[in-house]
């Protein structure tokens, strides 16, 4: 710097910061040899803080306002003072401006699958991502720990360590929370205040508050995704009525894209439907055939033999002593009623049952205990 600049120096007397950036948390205002005039008007606007900082140690914070520096309860040394020392004066100050709004919008997310305990499935591994918001609550604090004397200090040189701050401690914040894996996606927003509360401390030690944590995914690898598919599809095809109506969904998207258009429609919903028929007609049998034949076998004494369960045929598990058990089939259950270890007010669930229900509120078992009373003999 010349000669000219070190004069122009001298008649500086404002000083003040406009950020024209997004991601600028601290910026140090230039002086020539550090020195500021005296009574220099310095500008604070909203939502900054100036630093004082004189011969390497913080002498004064200052909030929003204009300040007339002009005494010496600052450190704010005048080099007019000290024409003797040829326009060097032996006492130096710097001012660093703090931005203390809110960045928002930073990312953060597993960069390797963390591995948790689950209730349902034991031993997961999941990926999630989101974004977080930060502020500078205390100006000092977070000169002292993190900016030292960076003059430009940005975001992203401690953003890296904030994402690792919040991946380090998802998954103990999900240990914690006790949220199913399957349950996360209507959690998101109970998870983000786990994790910020569990990590807000630390995010402390450094001057900053973390205002604001979102998840917006919580994803699992694709093997389990795809047994979860599987394993939806088994849950539907146990219900006849659910099953119905997506073979007919199928029937028709077969239907439409075969050629003749909307004929090819009208056969796929045909088919569709009689297989439906078909499909609800094979069931009906299923169920009542057994209670038929053990009506009959009633009727002559008892003694005759039960046929095996047809293929397909709707089997239940029975909760024993608090354990589920099985799983029967019709005619192992109309056993276990004769015996009397099971009773009406038994629990018991198959494939399809949103859960669990008493076994004389289930259609297919609700006549196992309805008494039967034999009709009158016949007159001599």
Known sequence: ??????????????????????????????????????????????????VFVNEGEVADVLGPGMYELETRNLPVLSTILNWDHGFSSPFKAEVYFVNTRRFVDLKWGTKNPLMIRDAEFGAA?????????????????????????????????ISDQLRNLITSRFSSAVGAAGIPVLDMAANYEQLGDVIGTRIGPEFEEYGLELTKLLVENVSVPPAVEEALDKRTSAGMVGNLDKYMTYQTGVALEAGASAPGGAAGAGIGMGAGLAMGNQMANTMSYQREAPRQVGHDAGHAGGGAALPPPLPGAVQYH????????????????????????????SLVWSPGMEDW???????????LFVSIEPPPLPAR
Do not use: C, H
């Not at 950036?21 to 100036?50: C, H, P, W």
């Not at 002292?144 to 040189?157: A, L, P, Q, S």
């Not at 799983?327 to 192992?332: C, E, K, L, R, W």
């Open 1 to 50: 710097m010349g000669l000219f600049d070190k004069l122009f120096g001298e008649f500086v007397d404002i000083i003040e910061w406009t950020d024209d950036s997004n991601d600028t948390m601290v910026y140090r205002f230039e002086r020539y040899g550090n020195e500021i005039k005296y009574g220099a008007k310095l500008t604070v606007r909203e939502g900054q803080s100036a």
């Open 125 to 157: 591994r999941v990926r999630a991502f989101g974004t977080y918001g930060v502020r500078v609550a205390d100006p000092l604090k977070f000169m002292r720990e993190i900016v030292g004397t960076d003059g430009d200090f940005r975001v992203d040189e």
């Open 318 to 345: 029975v909760a024993i002593d608090g354990r589920p058990t099985g799983p029967f089939d019709i005619d192992a259950l109309q056993q276990q009623q004769a015996n009397g270890s099971l009773a009406a007010t």
């Open 357 to 367: 229900a008493e076994a004389s509120q289930v259609d297919d078992l609700a006549n």
